[in-house]
């Protein structure tokens, strides 16, 4: 088991209302994602993964991920069961428009 935290700094606060959203189910091959609201437009994301040495490949994705979506003020909370670098991005996005969606 792998632990770390990524900091990043956003362009911009993410938009919505919602307090917290989560999306995904840990299971062979995927993820959970949490994310929470924090104050400013600094971004942590905390990795939890059973697949250890892959740190540089998840800065990576992360990395793509802040640049495209812009997640700031988010504490993200990532559970991995082993998910593949796609299924990480396409859960992140799915959890930054969730987040962002007005209740």
Do not use: H, K, Y
Request: aromatic letters at 4%; hydrophobic letters at 40%.
């Amino acid at each position: 088991m792998e632990q770390f935290t990524i900091q990043a700094e956003a362009a911009s606060r993410c938009g919505g209302t919602r307090p917290s959203a989560i999306i995904g189910v840990v299971a062979s091959g995927n993820l959970e994602i949490l994310l929470e609201r924090i104050e400013g437009t600094g971004c942590a994301i905390e990795v939890a993964t059973s697949a250890t040495g892959f740190r540089p490949i998840w800065e990576a994705v992360i990395a793509d991920f802040v640049q495209r979506t812009s997640p700031g003020g988010l504490r993200i909370s990532i559970n991995d069961g082993g998910a593949r670098p796609d299924t990480v991005s396409l859960r992140l996005m799915q959890g930054v428009r969730l987040i962002s969606e007005v209740p």
